[in-house]
């Protein structure tokens, strides 16, 4: 049956790529080559096994580097786009592969307001040692977990001074509550660390990229960090989040749908994005542009250092509409000792 499916793709695939090569042979050429994505496939190492899947491919990288030449940031922004390792993916294929955020659950207990503290006009838990590199989730809805152990690293780092990379494989594996790579929710991934008593350093647990079986005696025994429980951040208020980010890093929704998100490349984003809940990052401070003046998130992602700006996106904030900027204000999380 699955080598019936593939045969029916790669066909598919192949009458794609005729009808793709007489399109080029008619005179369309505009400077996007072959060569040029021979060079790109090179750089990410990228392999396609199906007979004219590499021309299928080279179609869908063609529209999307005229995407990219097009674009143009918002007036009064500086931020653009670029090629990156998501060039032969459609938008939908990038959507449905690399985010994978579920709404969170229904809360058991109430909201609870963030304590008031003095909040400075930037931080960047970055160069206070609280964030470790960024990591690259693959193609596995499993955002979720990066986000959450992000949180739990920088938590861990400000209340011990260590910093220790932690397994986001272990939640992928060991998370009934969510979904692998099929998406979850960092709540859930936040419960499961309290209620088993902690996570395991990313050195004995590591990525895999799929989900596997739990390793029980790791979860239930071997652990490098713990946390007490976690928080809800008031939802649709830019102000509390800041409170909880000048704490500490916070988890955030956000939704990640669109070609200008799929090749963010520097600057403050500003969308256009909707409020859909289908991606999971972790705010590591917040700053203001000195030359455009736009005050910013700064958010890790898990998509590697060849996105964005070295993995990290710069998310407008303090916006004129209560969910923020691609909804970042809905649904913040924090764990807490």
Known sequence: MASSVLLFVCTLMALQAMAAEAYYNNGSDDGVTMK????????????????GEKE????????????????????????????????DLTNEEFVSTYTGAKPPHPKKEPLRTVDPIWMPCCI???????????????ACGSCWAFAAVAAIEGLTQIRTGQLTPLSEQELVDCDTNSFG?????TDQAFELVREKGGITAESDYRYQGFQGKCR?????????????????????????????????????YIDASG??????????????CGTTSNHAVTLV????????????????????????????????????????TCGLAVSPFYPVV
């Open 36 to 51: 040029m994505f021979d060079e790109w496939m090179a750089k990410f190492g990228k392999k396609y096994t199906c007979h």
């Open 56 to 87: 299928h491919r080279f179609g869908i990288f063609r529209d999307n580097v005229h995407f990219i030449r097009s674009y143009k940031s918002q007036a009064n922004y500086k931020s653009g786009v670029r090629i990156n390792q998501f060039a």
């Open 124 to 138: 960047d838990w970055r160069y206070k040692g609280a964030v470790t590199g960024v990591k690259n989730q693959g």
């Open 181 to 185: 790579c099929g998406g979850g929710h």
């Open 216 to 252: 029980v005696d790791d979860m239930l025994f071997n652990h490098a960090a713990r946390i007490g429980g976690y928080r809800a951040v008031p939802p649709y208020d830019e102000r509390q989040l800041a409170t909880a980010v000048a704490r500490q890093p916070v988890t955030v």
């Open 259 to 272: 070609p200008a998100f799929q090749f963010y490349g520097s600057g403050v984003f500003p969308g256009p």
């Open 285 to 324: 401070g917040y700053c203001q542009d000195g030359v455009t003046g736009k005050k910013y998130w700064i958010a890790k992602n898990s998509w590697g250092k060849t996105w964005g700006q070295e993995g990290y996106i710069l998310l407008e904030k303090d916006i004129p509409y209560p969910h923020g």
